[in-house]
């Protein structure tokens, strides 16, 4: 095929809070309305100090939406001075500063959009849900019922988002950890509705053990290995660092880290020793990490005097890392092109982040043309979309039949890239 079959392999969806309501017990409608309430008032005291005004604006400009993300000061501080009843009625307003991008949450919007970017399909991780269900796991105080609850009534609305296109969007289900029998539960549920971009797990698991401890998480490793569903950590959580002015630059800057750390968890405890079919997925982590981590896991198990570490194991780090692991390299840079070869070829799945700031939308063709203007075509169709088929399963007809389309040849990649 001339076409580049493309897959994102990281994009995020979420709905308005009662785009959920359907999905979630009446019994927590009125606790989801205080928290979703109390998350608005802490976005308004936090607008303008993540991204530059005029960067938002540009992006904005760009993406011809108006929703969220265009940081009006005079509507935050009108925001932040609302009743709970006028902050209610700003907070489910698609024209909103807080509201979701409308590709978020509207089918027919994130297709059109998606197609246009030269997408052919995603892999689709949470945006917000009730309670701060996905990303934002264990961040906020909310109780075990309601946060199984808000995990319970995102996964059911996205696999509802999914099904309006069947076989192109992947979703990503969210679980908690609090009781394993319950968390695997909700990974059979989530496989059933047909959720098969697999489980993302809680960067942080709270007062739980941390992943490590193996006799806790074993059921989960092994019904994700039985149902083939990779797991995923994704960066988005930090540990709460207050409201001094450095706050913010201390969570962009360790970010990646905490949603690394998982990796020697499980390659410690045993993990990838023991389930070899079990797939896991480091997605907007950044890439060249796991070079520097891999070498000194390899210096250090090499050490005869940490000898007794590693007696039952049978593969290398880096062969755990090659047979078990993958990177969703989101917004792959230019720098980190260069590294792909030690990292693998086969271990790099591009993303676009879609719909956030940060990632290519929607300008996905230039920024692919920064990164793969020189790469063979044989690796820019395996980092595109080639890997992301074979690791998730993807319907390769239907993908195929969306590239030919919409993709792109790979003649528009070798092109140069507009000046900035």
Excluded at 349 to 373: A, C, I, Q, V
Excluded at 395 to 415: F, N
Aim: hydrophobic share 40%; with cysteine.
């Amino acid at each position: 095929m001339s076409k580049l079959a493309i897959i994102s392999s990281d994009c995020h969806a979420g709905a308005l809070p009662e785009g959920y309501k359907p999905y979630l017990p009446a019994e927590f409608h009125t606790a989801a309305d205080a928290w979703w309430l109390e998350y608005a008032r802490e976005m308004m005291k936090r607008m303008g100090t993540f991204f530059d005004q005029e960067a938002a604006e540009e992006f904005n400009a760009r993406s011809g939406d108006q929703g969220a993300g265009r940081m009006d000061p005079a509507a935050a501080s009108t925001a932040a001075r609302a009743t709970d009843s006028e902050l209610w009625d700003f907070l489910c307003d698609p024209d909103s500063i807080i509201a979701p991008r409308r590709g978020e949450y509207l089918p027919e919007v994130r297709l059109k959009e998606l197609e246009e970017d030269g997408i052919a399909g995603e892999v689709i991780f949470p945006q917000m849900a009730p309670f701060g269900a996905g990303l934002m796991q264990y961040r906020h105080e909310v109780s075990a019922e309601q946060s199984l609850a808000g995990n319970r009534a995102y996964n059911h609305w996205l696999a509802d988002l999914c099904k309006g296109n069947p076989g192109r969007h992947a979703g990503v289900a969210i679980v908690n950890v609090d009781d394993i029998a319950t968390t695997v539960s909700d990974i059979r549920e989530a496989h059933k509705m047909g959720l098969f971009g697999g489980v993302l797990l809680p960067t942080s698991t709270g007062h739980h053990p941390f992943y490590h401890d193996y006799r806790r998480y074993e059921p989960l490793w092994s019904v994700c290995e039985e149902l083939n569903m990779p797991i995923h950590t994704h960066s988005g959580w930090s540990p709460d660092y207050g409201d001094a002015g450095s706050a913010t630059m201390m969570y962009i800057s360790e970010v990646d880290m905490w949603a690394q750390r998982p990796f020697t968890a499980l390659l410690w405890s045993g993990v990838f020793e023991k389930h070899p079919g079990l797939k896991m997925i480091f997605t907007e982590t950044g890439c060249a990490w796991i070079i520097e981590t891999l070498r000194v896991l390899n210096f250090k198990i090499d050490n005869p005097i940490f000898a007794h570490f590693t007696k039952n194991m049978s593969l290398t780090p880096t062969e755990y890392f090659q047979r078990n692991c993958f990177i969703g390299a989101s917004f792959l840079a230019p720098h980190e092109i260069g590294s792909r070869h030690d990292i693998g070829i086969n271990k790099l799945m591009w993303g676009s982040d879609y719909p956030h700031m940060e990632g290519t939308w929607p300008d996905t063709m230039n920024k692919l043309r920064e990164t793969f203007h020189a790469v063979s075509e044989k690796e820019v169709r395996a980092i595109l979309g080639e890997n992301a088929i074979d690791v998730f399963g993807f319907d390769r007809s239907l993908i195929e039949s969306a590239a030919s389309r919409i993709g792109p040849d790979i003649s528009a990649i070798r092109q140069a890239p507009k000046a900035a």
